[in-house]
């Protein structure tokens, strides 16, 4: 085999090589590409408890229960379509309240309560995240006039 040979088998399995470990590293991260879920493509979805993810939606009107000894908060996530309980034990920011976007990072635990570890809450009047906006524009929560959000 000349060089020129050698050297053409050696691209070749280089760039058979990176293809492979592009599509593992692709493969692994399939999952995790997704922001958040809304309440309706979580309860489409089966999670392992104890598999973190993100849980977005709206804050259910009148469902938040702090605990009277502890820093305990049970409240309900909506889209319109479902609903997903979910236990937080911490400080809940200032803007968290009945009918606000929310984000929640954490796990479902066996009995389908989702258990949060953090809870994020939009910035300002006029911000909520890209998809749960676009989620909650398909469940019909979101209504949009002269350029106006009202959520």
Do not use: C
Not at 94 to 112: H, I, K, T, Y
Not at 134 to 146: K, P, S, T
């Amino acid at each position: 085999m000349t060089r020129k040979h050698q050297r053409l088998v050696g691209l070749l399995l280089a760039g058979a090589t990176l293809g492979v470990a592009a599509v593992l590293v692709f493969q692994a991260l399939d999952d995790t590409l997704v922001f958040f879920y809304s309440p309706s493509q979580a309860a489409e979805r089966e999670f392992h408890p104890g598999e973190a993810i993100r849980l977005g939606g709206l804050v259910k009107a009148e469902s938040v229960e702090h605990s009277a000894d502890s820093l305990n908060v049970r409240f309900v996530v909506t889209d319109g379509a479902n609903e997903i309980f979910v236990t937080f034990n911490g400080i809940l920011p200032d803007l968290f309240r009945d009918g606000q976007g929310v984000v929640a990072e954490g796990s479902f635990l066996p009995n389908g309560t989702f258990a949060a570890t953090e809870v994020l809450a939009r910035h300002d009047e006029n911000y909520m995240p890209k998809e749960v906006m676009d989620a909650l524009r398909e469940q019909g929560m979101l209504v949009e006039d002269n350029g106006e959000k009202n959520y």
